[in-house]
């Protein structure tokens, strides 16, 4: 049956083996079928950034991918980001900085933002082009920018966070 | 909202789509990166019963890069093309490809899948046009069809593929001068309001490109204005003749006047000699 | 980001804490409505209305397949029997409660019935199975076509499409009188466009009916009480049986300040199935049928003389209010009116409004509540007052200003501003923005725009509320209780979605009491334990309602410890001090721990005589005024005269809003505020067509700022509390949207005149700004 696939694909690390419907989004996925529901859905068009994840790396709206697509890749999502030390230098900077209100679009910048890092993109372009492909309706992003010129000032990728 | 039902296939081979095509070309829709697509079945706009998938044919992923151009697989996603040094030196890609939606998206949309939807704000079938590029085009029926851009856009949303077609490689020559596309959108990544490529030639190797897009129905040619400029009319002529000529619509968001103008303004910048500029409410790039 | 705290006296209030449940959100912790579920759980999708006009005749679906169900509207008549309240009274008012379900379709997107299946793909399959029979009537999509004599009517039973009227202020001919006693007079028009919202998250309820025990409903919602009086009050369900949870929020702004039809036919599919039903708004649904803003048209006149007095305004307003009106009816338009005179001295002020129905959706509550719209009618009046005396903006500002010794004062609308030095922010406010570095001309036009208002916050007394004809209280309550380890849970009726209440709460309350913030707890969002709260988290008054309670809460509280620490420490309580979670006789070693105090409080032994034993705390704080908080904002504005489009480069906000808790959480509010003041005027809009399709259903339609609209900000502060507010909190969470639209409005008029000159018409898109310059009038 053509309308059922089984898939298999890494989501932080961690194999899994499903059996999908074909037009089950990738956003649903994550969230429903294995409870990561660190991830949101906003809007469904890829417009707002909410739903983005890493897909072999690269940032990607979960909301615009068939299940089927991504038989075979890697998937980051927000849940895999911190470690048990601590959070990622995006996560402390947002955290120190209040980049982050509602927290409903947090999950998508920092994935972005994440990808953005590791890949050496310069904290400009990370400010314009990468945020640039997100919405936040709560900080008018002028924090959000701060946390990317302290999260790139920072090295490594776990930083602890006392109070 | 969530797609209606549908079949999915990801044949591993050109050979195998086309042999889907042909038999269920009217009820099925291409996937290619989706990011065009999924939006439509989401809304359920479109509610196909077959979802065809090339995502595993390889012959159609990869790219080249010479002195003569671009010859792109159909599945070549826009983030790689940005990410190549060498396709960064086709007059006119970059600019193209860095308006395009936003990061998030270009790691997914792919030149063919562009194209193909001929969407008449996009960059990819304006540089297409404004290059005198080509599809291919295989099918069972008719075999392997190159055609030009100007054949191949037909109007909004509306290209000459055949349901039995696939679209499965774009070729972008490369323009002997400088290729320049400016936008005018509320956002830096938003659908152009309007937008233009326009080819300036190094003296005397090629004829200059004036393409208008997001205006009309499809991304057009002003092929008056091309001639002006080629006859070293002043820039103000040209524009002119952009603004006479460029068909505009007008509707909720922009008259069909303020179209036209801007197409002309931002020809004129780019002939004076400016870089590729994106100018938003909100900062310019 | 270096700025100091503002109170090195206290221990956390003035600090810039960071916010304490930020980690959760960062791990991907959240617990949103979508993340919630339960065993047996179904799935809802809402059928709504495809017309934006017209009689639905018949509804009728067969062959659904077993374990599916459909309510359609005679169903849900008799599950709910009886309205739902509207909450705000003004003036004339011709609509007082709408219909669950109403068999006449008013706009696009109109629930009509709910159906629920196994999994939401296969719900909106089904649903198309719905076969809608509608005789379809004409459509008027305009306020003022709306009110033209030959428009199609929503009500024929009214005679006409006008839902309210009223006014405030000064009567006709005393107003008259002033302005033919000024020496010069203008007038102009604005229509301030229909805009959404957009919290990122959309809405969403999970129904769990519980027949022998309580019915839960979980929604994303900024006032739980308020769901539950009004879902209660529609189908007759005793409330007691009812529980309203609130988890959290993905934003709100006013937009789940209503409780709407769809969540509450969510609610009684549930009941009706017996099984967990989940109802997740998606994107285009809320484009099209959330509560929509503003969409307004007014009339404005000033007088004035040729000294630059101002002597009076006149405004006559219209507003759409959509196909019904919202939960709060005219209650914008009516508070865009009362805030019209703003920080300035006028002999007289005069508020004409009325409240129009076409087939649009509703607009209602919303960031600002009409205090934008107050701030834009006036700044604008104020702004054509310097222009055609060739004055400067600012100088004319504050030449008539009302000066701190001059308050309290009472404007012109009945209002009773108590204490701002108005003057003080606008001064520094123009000092900022004048000396921002000036970039070398590229061809683009500036311009530099002020507005200055003064905003109306911590909504409010009971008794003010009634008399301007809020149909509930404005009190807020604090539940405290310090648990046997000396650990604190604060309860409070108001709940965060996004504001940061969880840390703003334990800062005032760790401050009473003498603990760490981090021993302090907030509850909030459910009826279980949320002391009752009818307005909820809105209107700009949790920090100085909700969180004035809890100080005073907290100061009761803190008397009891001492009282009890007096007795351990034969003290006179009077002596003790509490602070670093010790209790201290003052000037002495001698202390005890706070969690000792606590552990023998809850043993109920060995007590001063006449405490009783536990360590808990209640204060229902009725505020005997609301609070007035200001701000001036300027802006510098680059228009690009060949293109229109606007680029803002500078932006500079003075603010005042009493005690600041935690100004980081301050500033984010006035970021977020003055980003959705800034996209309101420049690039959001609701559009329909002349036949009512909504034309903005996708955020690809839909311009939302993006990081590229949004300069960065600069902020300074100072802090005149409140007069009245324990703690001296004024609120501020609205007031970024209130500066901010009149702001860039003004300055995009002083970089391109022409546009002045003719009715101003918002947002200022590329291409209105064009039309304006390359189109005479």
């Not at chain 3, 007096?566 to 209790?583: F, Q, T």
């Amino acid at each position: 049956m053509s309308s059922r696939r089984t898939i298999t694909l890494t989501v932080n690390g961690n194999g899994h083996t499903t059996e999908v419907d074909v037009r089950t989004l990738l956003s649903d996925l994550l969230r429903h079928d294995f409870g990561l529901t660190g991830t949101h859905v906003g809007c469904e068009q890829g417009a707002c950034g909410a739903c983005t994840v890493l897909v072999d790396g690269r940032a990607v709206r979960s909301c615009l991918i068939l299940t089927p697509e991504v038989d075979g890749a890697s998937i980051e999502t927000i849940e895999g980001v911190a470690d048990a030390q601590g959070l990622h230098p995006v996560q402390a900077a947002l955290l120190g900085e209040h980049g982050m209100q509602c927290g409903f679009c947090t999950a998508g910048i920092v994935m972005s933002l994440v990808a953005a890092r590791r890949a050496g993109v310069p904290a400009d372009e990370a400010k314009t082009e990468v945020l640039g492909g997100h919405l936040c309706r709560c900080t008018g992003y002028v924090n959000i920018r701060a946390a990317v010129d302290i999260a790139w000032n920072l090295t490594g990728t776990s930083v602890s966070v006392g109070r | 909202m969530k797609p209606s039902p549908f079949d999915y296939l990801d044949p591993a081979t050109v050979d195998e789509v086309l042999d889907l095509l042909a038999e269920m070309g009217d009820d099925a829709v291409v996937l290619a990166g989706g990011q065009s697509l999924i939006p439509l079945l989401n809304l359920r706009l479109a509610a196909p019963s077959v979802v065809i998938s090339p995502r595993r044919c390889a012959e159609i992923r990869t790219f080249s890069i010479d002195a003569t151009g671009l010859d792109a697989g159909a599945l070549v996603t826009a983030a790689e093309l940005e990410e190549s040094t060498d396709a960064r030196s086709l007059p006119g890609l970059a600019d193209s490809l860095r308006n395009i939606g936003h990061i998030q998206i270009r790691n997914r949309t792919t030149i063919g899948g562009s194209v193909a939807h001929a969407d008449p704000a996009a960059e990819l079938p304006a540089l297409l046009l404004a290059l005198e590029g080509t599809v291919t085009l295989r099918s069972r029926a008719r075999g392997t069809r190159v055609m030009s851009a100007d054949d191949f856009l037909v109007g909004p949303l509306i290209s000459a593929r055949e349901p039995d077609e696939l679209l499965t490689r774009v070729n972008l020559p490369r323009f002997a001068g400088d290729v320049v596309v400016g936008e005018i959108g509320d956002r830096p990544g938003d659908f152009a309001t309007v937008g233009t490529v326009v080819g300036r030639p190094h003296t005397g190797a090629a004829t200059h490109r004036i393409v208008v897009f997001g205006a009309g129905g499809r991304a057009q040619r002003i092929t008056r204005a091309e001639r002006l400029a080629d006859e070293g009319a002043s820039v103000d002529e040209v524009v002119t003749a952009v603004r006479n000529d460029t068909e505009a619509t007008g509707d909720a968001h922009a008259s069909a006047d303020y179209r036209r103008h801007v197409a002309g303004t931002l020809v004129g910048r780019a002939l004076r000699g400016g870089s590729g500029s994106t100018s938003t409410t909100g900062e310019r790039r | 980001m270096t700025r100091g705290d503002s109170h090195p006296g206290t221990k956390f209030v003035g600090r810039r804490i960071p916010r304490v449940n930020d980690e959760r959100l960062l791990r991907g912790g959240g617990r949103y409505i979508d993340d919630l579920a339960f065993p047996g759980m179904l799935h809802a999708v809402i059928v709504r209305s495809p017309v934006a006009h017209g009689i639905l005749r018949s509804v009728a679906v067969t062959d659904l397949p077993p374990g599916v169900v459909f309510l359609g509207p005679d169903e849900l008549r008799k599950l709910a029997p009886h309205p739902l309240p509207i909450l705000w009274w003004v003036g004339e008012q011709r609509q007082k409660e709408t219909p669950l379900v109403d068999d006449r379709l008013r706009y696009v997107g109109q629930p009509i019935g709910v159906l629920v299946a196994p999994s939401r793909y296969e719900a909106e399959d089904l649903a198309q199975l719905v076969d809608l029979n509608i005789e379809t009537l004409p459509v008027v999509v305009d306020a003022k076509a709306a009110v033209s004599p030959d428009a199609p009517l929503l009500y024929p039973e009214l005679g006409d499409n006008v839902l309210s009227v009223f006014e405030t202020g000064d009567t006709a001919a005393f107003t008259d009188d002033v302005f033919a006693r000024a020496q010069r007079r203008l007038e102009t028009s604005i229509h301030i466009g229909r805009i959404h919202g957009l919290p990122m998250e959309n809405r969403g309820v999970v129904a769990e009916p519980d027949p022998h025990g309580k019915l839960t409903i979980h929604t994303s919602t900024q006032a739980v009480h308020a769901v539950r009086d009004v879902f209660c009050e529609v189908t007759g369900v005793p409330q007691h049986t009812v529980r309203v949870h609130a988890p959290d929020v993905g934003g709100g702004f006013g937009l789940k300040d209503h409780v709407y039809e769809d969540e509450i036919m969510v609610v009684l599919a549930a009941m009706n199935i017996g099984r967990p039903v989940k109802w997740i708004e998606d994107r285009n649904e809320s484009l099209i049928a959330t509560t929509h803003a503003r969409d307004e048209f007014h009339r404005i006149e000033v007088a004035f003389d040729d000294d630059g007095t101002l002597r009076a305004l006149r405004v006559d307003g219209l507003r759409n209010a959509g196909g019904r009106f919202s939960v709060f009816g005219a209650g914008p338009i009516s508070t865009a009116m009362a805030l019209s005179p703003g920080p300035y001295r006028w002999d007289a002020v005069r508020c004409t409004g009325r409240a129009v129905a076409t087939n649009t959706m509703s607009t209602g509550a919303y960031r600002g509540f009409g205090q934008t719209q107050a701030a834009m009618i006036r700044e604008r009046a104020v702004d054509l007052v310097a222009r055609a005396l060739g004055r400067h903006p600012a100088d004319i500002r504050e030449q008539n200003m009302i000066r701190s010794d001059e308050q309290p004062y009472s404007i012109r609308t009945f209002l009773t501003f108590d204490n701002g030095d108005y003057i003080r922010a606008l001064r520094r406010a123009r000092e900022l923005i004048e000396s921002a570095p000036m970039p070398p001309d590229d061809g683009r036009r500036r311009g530099i725009g002020y507005c200055s208002y003064v905003q109306l916050a911590g909504v409010g007394p009971s008794k003010a509320n009634e008399t301007v004809g809020v149909r509930i209280g404005g009190f807020e309550t604090a539940d405290i209780r310090m648990e046997p380890d000396g650990t604190v849970v604060v309860a409070s009726g108001v709940s965060p979605h996004g504001q940061g209440h969880e840390t703003t709460f334990a800062q005032l309350v760790a401050d009473e009491l003498g603990v760490d913030v981090d021993s302090v707890r907030l509850q909030w969002g459910d009826t279980e334990s949320s002391p009752y709260s009818a307005y909820g988290t809105a209107a700009s008054r949790s920090i100085a309602v909700g969180g004035g309670a809890a100080v005073a809460a907290g100061r009761i509280l803190a008397t009891k410890i001492r009282n009890i620490a007096a007795e351990m420490l034969e003290a006179s309580p009077d002596d003790i001090v509490l602070g670093d979670g010790r209790a201290e006789v003052a000037g002495t070693r001698i202390s005890v721990p706070i969690p000792e105090i606590a552990h023998r409080a809850w043993r109920g032994v060995g007590l001063p005589p006449g405490e009783s034993p536990g360590l808990a705390a209640r204060y229902l704080y009725d505020p005997e005024s609301a609070t007035f908080s200001y701000a001036t904002h300027a802006c510098r504005v680059a228009v690009d005269p060949d293109t229109g489009t606007v680029e803002v480069e500078e932006y500079v906000v003075v603010n005042d809003c009493g005690t600041m808790v935690n100004p980081t959480i301050v500033e984010g509010q006035i970021h977020g505020g003055v980003a959705q003041g800034l996209g309101a005027a420049l690039i959001e809009e609701v559009l329909y067509t002349a036949e009512g399709e909504p034309l903005s259903s996708t955020l690809l339609d839909y311009h939302a700022p993006a990081t590229a609209t949004i300069p960065d900000i600069l902020i300074e502060h100072f802090e005149i509390p409140s007069p009245h507010t324990p703690g001296g909190m004024k609120g501020m969470g609205e007031g970024g949207t209130n500066g901010a639209y009149a702001c860039v409005v003004n300055a995009v008029l002083e970089a391109v005149p022409e546009l002045a000159d003719r009715p101003i018409v918002t947002p200022l898109t590329p291409a209105r700004v064009w039309e304006a310059l390359h189109r005479p009038v």
